[in-house]
């Protein structure tokens, strides 16, 4: 399933990026500018994460609940 812009990045997709982002961040290999600019976007992309993470765990409280009723 494609995602468009207004849909939210699915948790894998914030994952992945993170996961890629970190990967550079670690080898420190890139030019100190892109190390601070890939900083930034794992910064971004694990607020977003855990912004998602947490939609999704109540979404299935939820769930959870109205199978209980």
Sequence with gaps: ???TETT???FEELLAGLEQTIT????GTAP???LVAAHQKAVRLLAAASARLDELKSRAEQAARSLAE
């Design 32 to 34: 100190l500018e892109e």
């Design 24 to 27: 550079l961040l670690a080898t």
């Design 1 to 3: 399933m494609s995602r």
């Design 8 to 10: 939210p990045p699915a």
